[in-house]
């Protein structure tokens, strides 16, 4: 709302100006014309009409200004009172609207009719006025009625937009309004605030005035008390300094005897250790010296009788050993739960491959007794793949590969299990320690493959025929292999 009535109010002021200007206009070309044939118009004449012509321009904008001011005033009023906006308002609105067009109508024609009669009085002096006076006349009119009927079309506008933003039904008042009032508020707050400022300077002024000649004095205090403070600020400082400084040098000597407190104990303790040590040893010099040749002596004596008492309790021990072996007969060991296994392991080899393909065969009581094959190193591996492809044996599965150094040899050690038997057997080898070679068991059981690498990588095994052979944990570049018995760190920090 506040929008539209400044646009309503730049109209106004728009249609006076331009009004004023071809006014001005009109004036100067008859004031041109008549200097060229009558130039005895006054001055004071002139003067006298524009000064007429600017107190009704300022008359206009005053009246329109005071009708804006009343149409907000009322209709702040009918919101805060009557949410409902009647009609009759509305009709009251209008006719305001119209009086003012009228008005300004009324205005146009009195100015008319001062140029006409402007214009008569300058015709009877003048009787050749031209024909081009009367054409700008007439267009001053035509602008002045055009101008009224537009003022009156955006009067008839506005009021249709208003009717149309707030309808009876929602009593609420528009936000143009409020923001409005809002500016209206920060205006006079900021015109309360200005003025307070501007009391507030006055009121300074006054006292720097007043305090004008008492300024000397007040600078001399002022120094007096800011020299006063920093001394005292100083003083403070300086009392602050040395207190800590004292509390530094008494926590340095309290540190210092008790570190020299500390030093003193263990001399003492160390003192008293060496002197018991001194005590100790002069006793034992002179318990020697007191014996002589007779500690000796009692020495030899009693070693002697330890010695005899030990071999009698060991002919006590061995003639009981005796007698009880003599009355109760050692008891057989029975056979173990694998022992048939290993008989038919043994059985089916000998009758296929022969008797000369395993040099030994037993059951390892230390590994649950499973039945163990010791095949040689040239029979190795004809062994196993007859144990893995025989019908009666079937051992399709490696769960196990390992080797270990003895010093004189090492061993290759492989747990084999049957799943169509349920039953497991361990097949040995023994090759040289100097040149540690065997057949690869991975073309039988891929399952090999890394553990031979890690027998190759830790011993120095090598398993021909298999197919990617490598130091597994520790890499090409090592040197040695760990668990030789004979291994030797190359670096000593390792």
């Given at each position: 709302m506040s929008g539209e009535k400044d646009l309503e109010q730049l109209k106004k002021e728009a249609a006076a100006k331009a009004k004023a200007a071809a006014l001005a206009k009109l004036k100067a070309k008859e004031q041109a014309e008549s200097s060229a044939e009558t130039p005895e118009v006054p001055a004071a004449e002139e003067e006298s009409l524009d000064l007429a012509k600017q107190k009704a321009a300022a008359a206009a904008k005053a009246k329109a200004a005071a009708l804006?001011?009343?149409?907000?005033?009322?209709?702040?009023?009918?919101?805060?009172?009557?949410?409902?906006?009647?009609?009759?308002?509305?009709?009251?609105?209008?006719?305001?609207?119209?009086?003012?067009?009228?008005?300004?109508?009324?205005?146009?024609?009195?100015?008319?009719?001062?140029?006409?009669?402007?214009?008569?009085?300058?015709?009877?002096?003048?009787?050749?006025?031209?024909?081009?006076?009367?054409?700008?006349?007439?267009?001053?009119?035509?602008?002045?009625?055009?101008?009224?009927?537009?003022?009156?079309?955006?009067?008839?506008?506005?009021?249709?937009?208003?009717?149309?933003?707030?309808?009876?039904?929602?009593?609420?008042?528009?936000?143009?309004?409020?923001?409005?009032?809002?500016?209206?508020?920060?205006?006079?707050?900021?015109?309360?605030?200005?003025?307070?400022?501007?009391?507030?300077?006055?009121?300074?002024?006054?006292?720097?005035?007043?305090?004008?000649?008492?300024?000397?004095?007040?600078?001399?205090?002022?120094?007096?008390?800011?020299?006063?403070?920093?001394?005292?600020?100083?003083?403070?400082?300086?009392?602050?300094?040395?207190?800590?400084?004292?509390?530094?040098?008494?926590?340095g000597g309290e540190s210092a005897t008790s570190d020299a407190g500390d030093d003193e104990k263990a001399k003492a303790i160390a003192a008293a250790k060496a002197k018991a040590a001194a005590a100790a040893k002069a006793k034992l010099a002179a318990q020697g010296k007191e014996t002589g040749g007779a500690g000796d002596d009692e020495k030899a004596k009693a070693i002697a009788a330890a010695k005899a008492k030990a071999a009698a309790a060991a002919a006590a021990k061995a003639k009981a050993a005796g007698s009880a072996g003599e009355s109760a007969p050692v008891e057989e060991k029975k056979p173990s739960v694998n022992q048939p296994y290993l008989d038919k392991y043994v059985k089916v080899i000998e009758e296929h491959l022969g008797k000369e393909v395993l040099a030994d065969f037993y059951i390892n009581n230390l590994s649950k007794d499973v039945p163990t094959l010791v095949a040689k190193p040239d029979t190795y591996y004809r062994v196993a793949e007859f144990l893995k492809y025989n019908e009666q044996l079937g051992f399709d599965y490696l769960s196990e590969l390992h080797g270990g150094d003895f010093e004189t040899h090492m061993e290759v050690y492989a747990h084999l299990y049957s799943y169509k038997n349920r039953q497991s057997v361990a097949l040995k080898v023994k090759i040289d320690r100097d040149e540690p070679t065997i057949d690869s068991l991975q073309p039988l059981w891929p399952g090999a493959d890394w553990p031979e690498c890690e027998a190759y990588d830790l011993l120095g095994i090598k398993f021909k025929g298999h197919p990617n052979l490598y130091r597994i944990m520790l890499g090409e570049e090592w040197v040695g292999h760990p668990l030789r018995k004979d291994y030797e760190p190359y670096d000593v920090e390792v």
């Open positions: 804006a001011k009343l149409k907000a005033k009322e209709q702040a009023e009918s919101s805060a009172e009557t949410p409902e906006a009647p009609a009759a308002e509305g009709e009251s609105l209008d006719l305001a609207k119209q009086k003012a067009a009228a008005a300004a109508k009324a205005k146009a024609a009195a100015l008319a009719k001062l140029k006409a009669k402007e214009q008569a009085e300058s015709s009877t002096e003048t009787p050749e006025a031209p024909a081009a006076e009367e054409e700008s006349l007439d267009l001053a009119k035509q602008k002045a009625a055009a101008a009224a009927k537009a003022k009156a079309a955006a009067l008839a506008k506005l009021k249709a937009k208003e009717q149309a933003e707030s309808p009876a039904e929602t009593p609420e008042a528009p936000a143009a309004e409020e923001e409005s009032l809002d500016l209206a508020k920060q205006k006079a707050a900021a015109a309360a605030k200005a003025k307070a400022a501007a009391a507030a300077k006055a009121k300074a002024a006054a006292l720097a005035k007043q305090a004008g000649g008492e300024s000397a004095t007040s600078d001399d205090g002022a120094d007096e008390k800011a020299k006063a403070i920093a001394a005292a600020k100083a003083k403070a400082a300086a009392a602050a300094k040395a207190k800590a400084a004292a509390l530094a040098k008494q926590a």
